[in-house]
């Protein structure tokens, strides 16, 4: 759970949690974030070859869930949005 210094820009959180049980749907691990942190945003990184459908599939919130592409920047040690991609927000799902 270690970081490099590098990347304390990001202001990222990171969330440790027991995978235990295999979605049947879409064959991942995951585990319920709780009623304490809500997704708020989905950044796929530059190698990722998702697209914004695949993306959705696996998005149930009741709120709406920005949805970008990261790049790395130009001459920095950073990451940035990537200009090739158009973020889309998702629609709120019913509970």
Sequence with gaps: MTK????????????EGALK?????TGFYCTDFGPQIQL??????HRCEWT???????????????ICKARP??????????????PRKTKPRKP
């Design 4 to 15: 490099a210094t590098d990347w304390a820009y990001e202001r990222e959180y990171r969330v």
């Design 21 to 25: 049980q295999k979605d049947p749907r």
């Design 40 to 45: 708020r945003e989905l950044i796929m990184g």
């Design 52 to 66: 914004i459908e695949n993306a959705l599939q696996l998005i149930l919130e009741t709120e709406p869930v920005r």
């Design 73 to 86: 920047a130009f001459g920095k040690f950073e990451m940035v949005e990537s200009n090739d991609f158009r």
